[in-house]
């Protein structure tokens, strides 16, 4: 379970460049939730998903993760509890490494790392096993570099790198931002499937409304650092890219500002 | 001109040879330290032109003060673990940017150093009265003895980055954002990496004092250009033989071979009665070159493009 009370983050503070990008912020997801976010430009989208993994440190407010207050944690130490996939498909990855090599590492994830070898022959088999399900055609190549695939393949190796070591949350930032629609589609149905499978508790920000309606069993819309509206089950299942737009209108007294989302 | 040619002798050449490669395989040893920093961290440090006079001057001194060149060379790696470890403090816990936390310490190193040598600028040692690991008065022997040194440290080298924590080191230096996300103290491994770095440089150090029969306060200096160059053409060599294909431990051995090539070059080109005083500005303008080199056939494509592209608007219009 993930329990964020209070959060509050502003850029450039003094400055007149000055932007709180998370204001008083409180949710919690239950364990099994995977829920949606979707929101405007500077919506505070990203940066809520960097306090939670760490990458920022929040002025004010706590975060608990499966009991434990992790606000304070440096991002290395709460990486055990937390999967990651950046929208950037080049973040997840070692480039330089081989595909073993990345999957070695974070199979080791949240384990002390020692002298011992950096990846055993069961492991080997393993991964060709997993790499096998992924249907991309990785599993024969196990000993080639990262760098040498595609967009949509680092994503899904990423995704199955998140979720090696069962985290207590995947976080999903925008993952399928930067690919091509067709692949995209496919890294979606990959997350649903690995998400359902182990049965986790997932965040995925997204731009593309129709996702956020589609996947997942709760959606939240945030505006100017706030979470504007929460809906989960039966009320999410039913909702559609019209009234979402609508919604937003009626609460936030804006048009919806996301070029992406609109044109997607 | 045809003087300066017709007065070449092959034999001149030749005979500095065995010298020219001794050398080239110190400095292999000091490549394969630079290689830690440069190419698996990717971090540019300058510590090790201190610590490379560092490590000369802990292990002659211990030499003269009657301890075995063994144990010598083992105490010149842990000054240069300790050089390499400030480094990484300085960079992780001050917050310092790479470059200057190198400057800084191999600065500071200058005068640990002379503190090592007793306040001289300079100490000598005999191979007469010392029992010298290596000494250039037989070429031969060095060679060997190298040989065997650097295929040890490439064992090593090899077995230590096959390990979970040296790959947590290369995931480091490859990219930090990803090591993070997987659990990796990615403090701790630069700091790791640093101090490892500079122990072998340091170890090349006191080979070199012990060959050239002196410890110097400055002979560091230029060092991490030297470095550079042998990981260069190695790497280099390496990519052009190999593709991409080359095993770790082949990349090593090839820079090892790097450090040896640049002598050879640096032999032949002052058998060519080039000036010994322009030797660091040739060195400097060659590492600038290769260095270059990627950089610039990066930035050609576009322009090649944008020129396709030029040419088409032309014809359309």
Redesign the interface.
Known sequence: MLEIRHLSKTFAAGTVNEKAVIRDLSITFADGDYVTVIGGNGAGKSTLLNLI?G?LDPDDGTIFLDGKDITHLA???R??L?G?V?QDP????????LIE?NL???Y???KK???????TKLERADFREMLRILDLGLEDRLDT?VGLLSGGQRQALTLL??TLQQPKLLLLDEHTAALDPKTAIKVLALSDQIIQENSLTAVMVTHNMKDAIAHGNRIIMMNEGQVILDLAGEEKGRLTVEQLLQKFSDLSGEVFANDAALLA | MLTIFSSLRLSALGSALPGNVSQGLIWGVMALGVFITFKLLNFADLTVDGSMATGGCTTVMLILAGVNPCWAMLAAFGAGVAAGFATGLLNTKLGIPDILSGILVQLSLYSVNLRILGGKANQAISVDRYALFISSRSTGRVIGLCLIFTAALIALMYWYFGTEQGCAIRATGCNEKMARAQGIHTEKMKVLALALSNGIVALAGGLLAQYQGFADVSMGRGSIVIGLAAVIIGEVLCKSLFRRTARFYVRMAFIALGGIIYYIVIGIVLWLRMPTNDMKLFSAAIVALFLAVPYLKQKRRPHIRKAARETEANRDA
């Open positions: 993994s990458a991002e290395f130490e990486a055990p937390l990651r950046f080049t973040m997840g990855t070692a480039a330089d490494m090599e070695a590492l974070a080791r994830r949240g790392r020692g002298l011992r070898w950096g990846i570099k790198m998140a």
